[in-house]
């Protein structure tokens, strides 16, 4: 006759006794949110690089319609001194038309014909050695009627302000996030304790250790934890997808921006799936060394 199988014992202390499933879905909610938040964060780094650098790369001149001047004449003066400085790349003006547009939004389309609407000329700049802007401001001004210089360095303090307060909110609520679900794992803990009460005296009266039945408990927490970062990761990174194929109304730049964070070019796209996939990790940790340090607390209070 063959010897029966021989059964592996099941854990001292019993699965199906303070379960873990709440505690399993509402830390898979805090990932999720974590993700969220992590996005965000990348999106705003990614819009305030993008806007930054192609302020960087162009600046504007402006010249109004004075009275007794002739604007075209004043734009070729302010081209051919634009052109040959130092620095500059190329310059383009900006078709009247185009400027109209511009302020549409604020003055309406039947009150732009009569007004003296200022030309604009684009210019770009070499990256490598840029122009004294000074020097140019006081060029165009001199020659030109009406002219001024606009280097967008106030446009670009803005952004860069605005970003910072967007950034310290997106980091306010990943702490939060993070509080949260140690305060969750903590309650969680006690509610497994109080359940497995009866099994935690018997081990004590045997002589068990307060280490040893707390490892017993926090791998349940370890893989609820895991499990729960994996979701929350999963559910991140399907909400970015969704939100990458609505491409219509006024959803598209938002599309586009969802896109970017899956799809960006490999280096960009390894930095923001590491931060993602940072989430589950981060959840395991605080779920493992969390409810260790609660639950030996917790165990000595017992005695």
């Given at each position: 006759m063959s010897a029966a199988p021989r059964r592996r014992p099941g854990p001292i202390i019993p699965t199906g006794v303070g379960s873990l499933r709440s505690f399993t879905v509402t830390m898979a909610v805090m990932c999720y949110l974590a993700c969220l938040a992590i996005g965000a964060l990348i999106l705003i780094d990614r819009a305030v690089d993008s806007w930054t650098s192609g302020l960087a790369r162009e600046v504007t001149v402006q010249i109004k319609p004075l009275r007794g001047s002739d604007v075209e004449k004043e734009i070729s003066k302010a081209l051919k001194i634009v052109t040959e400085f130092p620095g500059v790349a190329s310059a383009k003006v900006i078709p009247r038309k185009t400027s109209a547009k511009l302020l549409e939004p604020w003055l309406g389309k039947s009150s732009l014909a009569d007004l003296p609407i200022p030309r604009l000329i684009r210019v770009s700049i070499d990256p490598a050695a840029p122009p004294d802007f000074g020097a140019l401001a006081e060029a165009l001004k001199a020659g030109v009627k009406g002219a001024s210089l606009d280097t967008h360095r106030h446009w670009q303090a803005e952004l860069t302000r605005m970003a910072g307060v967007l950034s310290l909110l997106s980091y306010a609520v990943l702490a939060l996030i993070s509080i949260s679900a140690v305060a969750i794992v903590i309650v969680a803990t006690r509610s497994v304790l109080d359940a497995n009460r009866p099994v935690v005296d018997v081990l004590h009266l045997v002589g068990a250790r307060?280490?040893?039945?707390?490892?017993?408990?926090?791998?349940?927490?370890?893989?609820?934890?895991?499990?729960?970062?994996?979701?929350?990761?999963?559910?991140?990174?399907?909400?970015f997808f969704l939100l990458?194929?609505?491409?219509?109304?006024?959803?598209?730049?938002?599309?586009?921006?969802?896109?970017?964070?899956?799809?960006?070019?490999?280096?960009?796209?390894?930095?923001?799936?590491?931060?993602?996939?940072?989430?589950?990790?981060?959840?395991?940790?605080i779920s493992l060394v969390t409810s260790r340090l609660a639950l030996i607390r917790m165990l000595r209070n017992v005695l």
């Open positions: 307060d280490g040893y039945i707390s490892r017993q408990i926090d791998r349940r927490f370890l893989r609820s934890g895991l499990w729960a970062g994996l979701t929350g990761v999963l559910l991140g990174l399907a909400t990458g194929i609505v491409g219509f109304g006024s959803g598209a730049s938002l599309a586009d921006a969802s896109r970017s964070l899956l799809f960006a070019p490999p280096r960009a796209s390894a930095v923001s799936y590491g931060l993602l996939l940072s989430v589950p990790v981060a959840a395991t940790f």
